[in-house]
Each structure stands twice: as structure tokens, then as C-alpha cells.
């Protein structure tokens, strides 16, 4: 493929949620929340995988259809989809010692799905993947440890319900310090990974599925990324049982290998490349990509995020996190919550949330409305000054008022698969400046003096 010149971005976000089904909730869902439940999977990892790459496919497939024009190398086509889109019954896909990776296995049906010739021009987020490597899971799961682990988060889960006042507060915080004490002595270490395709080739990554093929990797973990307890009574890998790999991100955060856990790549362009990174979740909240980009050795003092994404199940943009510079965006697909209030989702909002002034659309199923989804875009004004938030001087990003984009919101038609592995529903695609997509960075004001275009 010829070298792109891309001008213009167009974001699609697929609404789905992806939260577990028969949902128990604690706390407040939209912040410092938890759920105990019980996921819906196939037994078999591989037809597992080939069954949400299917539901994966119609979503991609349904955005590519609406395109009007499909093939434009000024337009880059930026697709996102929620975090733990792809899991297993267990919760993580378990692999043992020497054994493939299961995310390897993932990325190598998506790439099969999706040829560059067929899907000219697009960058597809393609949710995120919980995987652990674990010599004998079923002897860790049926450990005393193990299972006084899950009885204890129960008993304290049960007691939050019953109690009210004061003492629900004090309950729920004794739960969530009991499971970030035991984070601290996991018994299954996890990995959540984004997952990403480009029709272009990425700068300076290297892969045996090719430089378009490759992941990025969570930092944090929180009290809520896995289930408080399995309701059915199945073994599951519990969020009192697992934790995330510390990573090394003292020199930055620039991808140079599929496999890294990095999070900042560039898709090249005829006269200069597109500057993306990929945030998973909780990152955001704890200012990863503020942090990091800052230490990043970027080629030229003016670089910096042109696009800022986020993929996410209980997140959204939050000012003092978002590291894209002046003229660059930042956009978030969830799937856990909507933004707005019951009775509004499935048309196009704008307002300000949360500090971020913003336009979004929400997805919630008619089946159960305790599953949702939304989808969310800012435009940014000026970046951050200085990546301590906190830092005497310091400065958040700023925003501009959206350009008046369309929300285009296409429900995605339910597959054979989509029961099987999906509690709330096929979900819904919101395309963003389908007609007229928006310029890819164009400067809206001079970043304030002294800052870092991306994010420092």
C-alpha cells in the first residue's frame, strides 16, 4: 500500500457491554465499583475466540459498510472496542508453561479477519484480552487459599448489601482494602492486553504477523477487573486472587516489538505520521499516558499524541489524564456504563463531563438494563503542562467545543454467537463524522509556554 497522507480521522467505537452476566453490583458502577456475576464463554478457547471474533467481525464489517468514502488515503478510520471484550469461562484465557500465549492466538484470527487490502485506512482497537500462564489452575483454584480468598470478599460483599448508612461505606472500604492487600500476594498473575490491527504499517514495530499486527499492555490494576465471587458457583479466577505485572516504564512508553507492553506507536504518513496511543482502562485514571509520555524520547521537541484512546469497561476521559496535544483528540469506547441518564441512549449528546467538554452517545440493552455501553470524543485545546498533575505550575488539558460531527449510531445485528458470550446484547457501532470526518490535527490555540505538546 502506497504511504498514506492522512489529513482527516473518523472514530468508530463499538458500544457493546462487556460486563459478566447475572449481575450482583457494589458500589457506584461509574466509579469505585465492583460486581460479583459469572462469565459467558465457551469452553474451548479456540472456538471461543473464533466465536467473538465473529461478533468482533459484524461490528467492523457494519462500519465499513456505512463508509461513504471507503479506500480515502486522506481519512484515517480509527475503530475501538471495549476492554475484555475477549475472555474465558475462568475469567483470564489459561495457558500453561511453554504453551502458546492466547493472545498470540487471538491476534493471529483478527489478522486472518481482517487483510489490510480489505480494510484500507483503519486502525481498529479491537478490544482488550485477560490471559495467565499457570502451571496447574485447577490446583490453585481448589487451594485453601484460594477459596478463603473469595469467602472472605463474599461475606464482606454480603454485608455491604444488608447494611446501610455509614456502615456501608466502611464495608465496602474494607472489601476493597482486603483485595488490594492481597494483590500484593497474588495467586495468579494476569495480563490485560489491548489488541491492534493497521492497515498501515506501524513504525519500528516488529511482528511475525507483520509491522500492522501487535498489543499494548495494562499497568493497574483495580478492585474490579475480575469477579468479586462466581454466583453460579463455578471456579473463576477472582479479583482477591489475581494481579497485573509491574511494568518498566522509566524511559517512556514508545512500542518498538509486538509483543512489548508499550503503549505509543505512529502510523507513518506521506509527510509526517500519526501519533497514537492505546490506554487501557484504569491507566487513564492513574495518569499513565500523562506520565509516560512526558519520558518518552520523542524525535522532535514538538511531537506529541496526536490521538489518545481508551479502551474501556468502567472508564471515562477525565481531564487531568488526557495527554494528546493542542489540536489532537482523545476518544473513549466503553463497556460498562452510560454517560447519560436512562432514556437518552442511542442518540448523539453533548455536553460537558466530568471537566471534559464532549460529545457521546450511550448504549443500554432493552433486555437488561443493567449492561450498557457508551462512546465518547473530545477535541483538545491545549495539552498538558507537566506530567505531575500535582507539580507547582502544573496544568491539565484543555478543551474545545466539538465541531458539529455527526453520531451516526448502527445497531449491530445479533449473530448465532453473540448469547453465548455476550450478557447485554450485540451492542451498537457509533461512528463519528461519518459523512464529514475531522480534521486530524490543526491547531486550535499555542500550547501554553513551556509545555510539552505531548503531555510533559
Given at each position: 500500500m502506497r504511504t498514506p497522507a492522512y489529513e482527516k480521522v473518523r472514530f468508530a467505537g463499538y458500544a457493546i457491554p462487556t460486563t459478566p452476566a447475572?449481575?450482583?453490583?457494589?458500589?457506584?458502577?461509574?466509579?469505585?465499583?465492583?460486581?460479583?456475576?459469572?462469565?459467558?464463554?465457551?469452553?474451548?478457547?479456540?472456538?471461543?475466540?473464533?466465536?467473538?471474533?465473529?461478533?468482533?467481525?459484524?461490528?467492523?464489517?457494519?462500519?465499513?459498510?456505512?463508509?461513504?468514502?471507503?479506500?480515502?488515503?486522506?481519512?484515517?478510520?480509527?475503530f475501538v472496542a471495549p476492554e475484555f471484550f475477549w475472555h474465558g469461562p475462568l475469567g483470564p484465557y489459561v495457558s500453561t508453561p511453554g504453551g502458546r500465549d492466547p493472545a498470540?492466538?487471538?491476534?493471529?484470527v483478527l489478522s486472518e479477519q481482517f487483510p489490510a487490502s480489505q480494510y484500507p485506512h483503519f486502525l481498529l482497537v479491537l478490544g482488550s484480552v485477560v490471559t495467565a500462564e499457570v502451571a496447574d489452575i485447577d490446583a490453585v483454584l481448589d487451594s485453601v487459599d484460594a477459596r478463603t480468598r473469595t469467602d472472605i470478599v463474599r461475606h464482606l460483599g454480603e454485608a455491604w448489601r444488608r447494611s446501610s448508612g455509614v456502615m456501608r461505606g466502611v464495608i465496602f472500604d474494607m472489601m476493597v482494602d482486603f483485595i488490594r492487600s492481597a494483590h500484593a500476594y497474588p495467586l495468579v498473575q494476569v495480563r490485560n492486553r489491548g489488541l491492534v490491527i493497521s492497515s498501515t504499517p506501524v513504525d519500528g514495530i516488529v511482528?511475525?504477523?507483520?509491522?500492522?499486527?501487535?498489543?499494548?499492555?495494562?499497568?493497574?490494576?483495580?478492585?474490579?477487573?475480575f469477579l468479586l465471587w462466581e454466583?453460579?458457583?463455578?471456579?473463576?479466577?477472582?479479583e482477591a486472587m489475581a494481579t497485573y505485572p509491574r511494568l518498566d516504564l522509566s524511559a517512556?512508553?514508545?512500542?518498538?516489538?509486538?509483543?512489548?507492553?508499550?503503549?505509543?506507536?505512529?502510523?507513518?504518513?506521506?509527510?509526517t505520521a500519526v501519533n497514537v496511543a492505546v490506554e487501557v482502562c484504569l491507566d487513564h485514571a492513574d495518569r499513565r499516558l500523562r506520565k509516560s509520555?512526558?519520558?518518552?524520547?520523542?524525535?522532535?521537541?514538538?511531537?506529541?499524541?496526536?490521538?489518545?484512546?481508551?479502551?474501556?469497561?468502567?472508564?471515562?476521559?477525565?481531564?487531568?489524564?488526557?495527554?494528546?496535544?493542542s489540536g489532537g483528540w482523545a476518544f473513549n469506547c466503553d463497556g460498562q456504563y452510560p454517560l447519560g441518564d436512562?432514556?437518552?441512549?442511542?442518540?448523539?449528546?453533548?455536553?460537558?463531563?466530568?471537566?471534559?467538554?464532549?460529545?457521546?452517545?450511550?448504549?443500554?440493552?432493552?433486555?437488561?438494563?443493567?449492561?450498557?455501553?457508551?462512546?465518547?470524543?473530545?477535541?483538545?485545546?491545549?495539552?498538558?503542562?507537566?506530567?505531575?498533575?500535582?507539580?507547582?505550575?502544573?496544568?491539565?488539558?484543555?478543551f474545545a467545543p466539538p465541531p458539529q460531527v455527526t453520531v451516526?449510531?448502527?445497531?449491530?445485528?445479533?449473530?448465532?454467537?453473540?448469547?453465548?458470550?455476550?450478557?447485554?446484547?450485540?451492542?451498537?457501532?457509533?461512528?463519528y463524522g461519518i459523512t464529514e470526518p475531522m480534521p486530524l490535527r490543526e491547531s486550535l490555540r499555542a500550547d501554553r509556554p513551556g509545555s510539552h505538546a505531548g503531555g510533559g
Open positions: 447475572d449481575i450482583i453490583a457494589f458500589g457506584d458502577q461509574r466509579g469505585r465499583g465492583a460486581m460479583a456475576g459469572t462469565y459467558r464463554a465457551a469452553d474451548d478457547l479456540l472456538a471461543d475466540v473464533r466465536g467473538r471474533a465473529a461478533v468482533m467481525k459484524a461490528a467492523v464489517d457494519l462500519t465499513r459498510g456505512a463508509l461513504p468514502d471507503l479506500g480515502d488515503p486522506s481519512v484515517l478510520n480509527v498470540e492466538i487471538v491476534l493471529e511482528s511475525a504477523l507483520g509491522a500492522g499486527a501487535f498489543t499494548t499492555q495494562k499497568h493497574y490494576d483495580s478492585h474490579e477487573d454466583t453460579a458457583g463455578k471456579p473463576v479466577v477472582t517512556g512508553d514508545f512500542k518498538t516489538h509486538a509483543s512489548d507492553p508499550h503503549a505509543i506507536f505512529a502510523v507513518p504518513g506521506d509527510r509520555s512526558a519520558r518518552s524520547p520523542w524525535p522532535r521537541p514538538d511531537d506529541g499524541l496526536d490521538l489518545h484512546l481508551v479502551p474501556s469497561c468502567g472508564m471515562q476521559l477525565h481531564a487531568p489524564a488526557v495527554a494528546a496535544r436512562l432514556g437518552t441512549e442511542g442518540v448523539r449528546r453533548q455536553g460537558v463531563v466530568a471537566g471534559v467538554e464532549c460529545v457521546y452517545a450511550d448504549y443500554v440493552d432493552s433486555a437488561s438494563p443493567a449492561h450498557a455501553a457508551h462512546t465518547q470524543l473530545a477535541r483538545v485545546r491545549t495539552g498538558p503542562l507537566l506530567p505531575d498533575e500535582n507539580a507547582p505550575g502544573a496544568m491539565d488539558a484543555t451516526d449510531i448502527l445497531p449491530v445485528p445479533p449473530i448465532d454467537e453473540v448469547g453465548g458470550l455476550f450478557a447485554g446484547g450485540a451492542g451498537a457501532v457509533h461512528i
